[in-house]
T-cell receptor
Framework: KAGVTQTPRYLIKTRGQQVTLSCSPI?????VSWYQQTPGQGLQFLFE???????NKGNFPGRFSGRQFSNSRSEMNVSTLELGDSALYLC??????????????FGPGTRLTVL | KNQVEQSPQSLIILEGKNCTLQ??????????LRWYKQDTGRGPVSLTI?????NTKSNGRYTATLDADTKQSSLHITASQLSDSASYIC????????FGTGTRLLVSP
C-alpha cells in the first residue's frame, strides 16, 4: 500500500495570504488528523476528520480550517497567514473506527514558510 | 493543564549501548500512550501503543513500559544502532492527542 502523501512538500507565502495543504491517506483509512510542528512548541494537534466530519479539534484559531472529501482525502486551509504559522504541517491517517488505539501513519509533511 | 514532559531533552550514547527515555504525563482523560520515532525531516513513525491496562510492550529492540498509577512511561532501547539517532516523542490522550517535545537521541560510532 502506498503511504500517506502530502502536497506540496514546501511552500513559501507572505503574511496575509492564505494557503491550502493537501493530504491523501492510506487506502482504506477513514481518519485523517492534522498537526503543526514547530521547534518551540513541538507537535500540536489541529483537527481530525472521520468520514467527512470533523470529529475533534485542537486549540487553534479559526484561521485554521479543514475538510475531508468522500474519498478520505483531506485539505487544510490557513487564512491570513502570520509569521508564527511557519511550521511543518503533518497529516496522519488511521483506520480508527472509534477505538482511538489504532496506529497513525504520518506523511512527510509540508514545510510552510511565511515571510 | 494536560501536559507531557520528556527527559532528557537530548542524549548521546555509544553504538551498542542501551538507553532509557522517560515520559511523565498529566493528561486526562487517558486512553493510550504512544511512542513515536521521528527522523530529521520526516514524519513520525509509531513504535508502540499502550492502553491503561498494559504495562509493557515491545517492538524489536524497543520496549515501552507504562505505570498508569504514577503516570510515567519509559522507552528502553537495547543494543543501540546508528539508525536509532532520531527524536523520540511520547504522546498521550484519548480523542485529542497531547505530544511531548521529544528526546533527541544521537548514537555515536
Amino acid at each position: 500500500k502506498a503511504g500517506v502523501t502530502q502536497t506540496p512538500r514546501y511552500l513559501i507565502k507572505t503574511r496575509g495570504q492564505q494557503v491550502t495543504l493537501s493530504c491523501s491517506p492510506i487506502s482504506g483509512h477513514r481518519s485523517v488528523s492534522w498537526y503543526q510542528q514547530t521547534p518551540g512548541q513541538g507537535l500540536q494537534f489541529l483537527f481530525e476528520y472521520f468520514s467527512e466530519t470533523q470529529r475533534n479539534k485542537g486549540n487553534f484559531p479559526g484561521r485554521f480550517s479543514g475538510r475531508q472529501f468522500s474519498n478520505s482525502r483531506s485539505e487544510m486551509n490557513v487564512s491570513t497567514l502570520e509569521l508564527g504559522d511557519s511550521a511543518l504541517y503533518l497529516c496522519a491517517s488511521s483506520s480508527n473506527d472509534g477505538l482511538y488505539t489504532d496506529t497513525q501513519y504520518f506523511g512527510p509533511g509540508t514545510r510552510l514558510t511565511v515571510l | 493543564k494536560n501536559q507531557v514532559e520528556q527527559s532528557p531533552q537530548s542524549l548521546i550514547i555509544l553504538e551498542g549501548k542501551n538507553c532509557t527515555l522517560q515520559c511523565n504525563y498529566t493528561v486526562s482523560p487517558f486512553s493510550n500512550l504512544r511512542w513515536y520515532k521521528q527522523d530529521t525531516g520526516r514524519g513520525p513513525v509509531s513504535l508502540t501503543i499502550m492502553t491503561f491496562s498494559e504495562n509493557t510492550k515491545s517492538n524489536g529492540r524497543y520496549t515501552a513500559t507504562l505505570d498508569a498509577d504514577t503516570k510515567q512511561s519509559s522507552l528502553h532501547i537495547t543494543a543501540s544502532q546508528l539508525s536509532d539517532s532520531a527524536s523520540y516523542i511520547c504522546v498521550v490522550g484519548f480523542q485529542k492527542l497531547v505530544f511531548g517535545t521529544g528526546t533527541r537521541l544521537l548514537v555515536s560510532p
